[in-house]
Structure formats: structure tokens, C-alpha cells
């Protein structure tokens, strides 16, 4: 008699794939408010435009015929040009000068242990809450002693002491995230510790120091405070007190004002456009916690 054969146990039926919170909102319940989102953001930039862009007087709502007539009374009677060439060298100062003040004290904080340092890292982050009002008190009567007023190198300094504890702090936690062992490897093959810095540590750091060094740029080049406070001269003066003496008690002129924060608007878009990657990539570095 043949044995029976043997019977196969069934296989438990696989559940389906629990959907998620977010797989079953409808789409239109995402896409709406994201579609308002936008038309209130980019709704006041059309807004700009069409002033900058459509003649003095007109009402239309499109900017045609299109007239630039805006724009070269401000880059030429209005010494936009001047005060462009006054923001650019600030903007750039700022950026190497906090860039490279950083990265030393960064260094410091992140690979030597001493006394006071969480203290010193407190102050830092204590240092964020201070408005930059406060600052222009003591900083005024510095620079009136070292005979700065009115030199582009006093708003230079105000806006590197105003940007260098975030930028120190974030510095420190880019260094954090690069093994120690690679700067001992170095020094095991004949580098002195600055060499080994240079040649290992600095290349690992470009997205960092993007991210510093484009977010102290930006933070410059739009600051109104310290130009207007250090600088009395017309042709020392830079773009946001440029803008501002477009308006007037009396009157405002519109088109001139909105061509000139679309002159002030654009390089830091273009700066921003070329180095998104890198500044992502740089702040979520900074993030982690080495």
C-alpha cells in the first residue's frame, strides 16, 4: 500500500502593505494649500517687476511696453553703481575675514580640550540673543578712537564680530565630523599639525565654509544698520541705505525703489542658485553631532 502523501502546511497569507498617514491624504489636499503657498509668495515679486519694469504713470497690469527706464535712473542718478561696488567689497570682506576666523577658532573648539570651554561655547551661544542695536553703541566709540568712522573697514568688522559665534559654532561641529584618525595618519607621515589640517581637513570642509562663508555674505550685504550708523559719506554708503533714500517724507517713487531691490535682489539669487547643493549638504553637516 502506498504511503500518504504528505501534506504541505499553507503558507500564512502575507499582509498587505500598511499604508501610511500621509499615502492616504488626498492629493488636492497637498496640492492646494502648497499652490497658495506659492501665489502668496511669488505674487509680491511679480509686484516688483511690474513696477521696475512698466513705464512711470501706468497702470497696466502687465509690464508691457517694458521700459528700463527705472533702472538706469538708479544705477546713474542715484549712484546705484557706487553703492553696488561699496556692498560687493563689504560682502566679500566679511566672507573671508569671518570665514578664516572661524575655521581657526572652530579648530580650536572642536580638537583641544581646556578649562572654561563649555563656558566659553555658553557665551557664544548667549552671544545669538544680543540685538545688533546694542552693539552700535560700543562700537561706534571703538572705531571714533581707532579713527575708522566712516571707512567701509568699520562696517566690515561690525558685521564679522556680529557673524562670528554662529559661524564658529557651526565651523566646530563641521571639524567634529571628520575623523581624528586622518589628521593622525598625517602626522604619522611627516606633516606638522597645520600641514595635516590643510592638506586632509580642509578639502572635507568645502560645504561647511560654503555655508558659513554665503550665509555671512548675504547677512552683509543686506545689513542697513551698521552702514547707516559708520558711514556718513554719499559715496561710501551701500545698497539697503541706497534704498532708503529713495523714500521721502513727501513722496516715494516706486518704479526707482523697485529697481533697486531688484539690483539688490539678484546677486544674492545668483549666489544662492550656484551653491544650493553645497549649502544644503554644509548646514546638515554642521547638524550632526560629532
Known amino acids: 500500500m502506498a504511503p500518504a502523501p504528505e501534506r504541505v502546511a499553507a503558507e500564512p497569507a502575507r499582509p498587505g502593505r500598511k499604508r501610511r498617514a500621509w499615502d ?29 519694469l512698466r513705464p512711470a504713470g501706468s497702470t497696466s497690469l502687465v509690464p508691457w511696453p517694458m521700459t528700463f ?21 563689504v560682502g566679500l570682506a566679511t566672507l573671508v575675514l569671518t570665514t578664516v576666523v572661524a575655521l581657526a577658532g ?33 562700537l561706534f566709540q571703538i572705531f571714533a578712537n581707532l579713527r575708522m568712522i566712516n571707512s567701509l573697514g568699520s562696517v566690515v568688522l561690525a558685521e564679522t564680530v556680529f557673524q562670528l559665534p554662529l559661524s564658529m559654532i557651526l ?37 561647511g565654509l560654503i555655508a558659513v562663508g554665503s550665509f555671512a555674505f548675504v547677512h552683509a550685504w543686506n545689513h542697513f544698520l551698521f ?3 559708520f558711514l556718513s559719506d554719499q559715496g561710501k554708503q551701500t545698497i539697503p541705505v541706497g534704498l532708503n533714500t529713495l523714500m ?12 533697486g ?15 544650493q547643493k553645497w549649502l ?3 548646514f546638515s553637516a554642521g547638524a550632526v553631532k560629532g
Open 24 to 52: 492616504q491624504v488626498p492629493r488636492w489636499q497637498i496640492y492646494v494649500p502648497l499652490t497658495i503657498y506659492l501665489l502668496f509668495t511669488l505674487i509680491p515679486f511679480y509686484w516688483i517687476l511690474l513696477f521696475a
Open 69 to 89: 527706464e527705472h533702472f538706469e535712473k538708479v544705477w546713474t542718478e542715484r549712484s546705484f553703481g557706487t553703492y553696488f561696488t561699496n556692498s560687493v567689497y
Open 106 to 138: 572652530g579648530y580650536a573648539l572642536a580638537r583641544f580640550d581646556f578649562r572654561l570651554k563649555r563656558g566659553f561655547m555658553l557665551a557664544l551661544l548667549c552671544s545669538q540673543f544680543v540685538p545688533g542695536a546694542l552693539l552700535l553703541v560700543p
Open 171 to 207: 565651523i566646530s561641529g563641521f571639524i567634529r565630523n571628520v575623523p581624528y584618525s586622518l589628521e593622525e595618519a598625517a602626522w604619522v607621515d611627516g606633516c606638522n599639525r597645520l600641514t595635516g589640517f590643510r592638506i586632509v581637513v580642509l578639502p572635507l570642509l568645502r560645504p
Open 227 to 229: 552702514a547707516l550708523m
Open 248 to 259: 521721502s517724507a513727501d513722496s516715494v517713487d516706486l518704479g526707482a525703489l523697485a529697481a
Open 261 to 275: 531691490g531688484i539690483i539688490a535682489a539678484v546677486p544674492v539669487v545668483i549666489v544662492f542658485a550656484f551653491i
Open 280 to 282: 544644503i549638504t554644509g
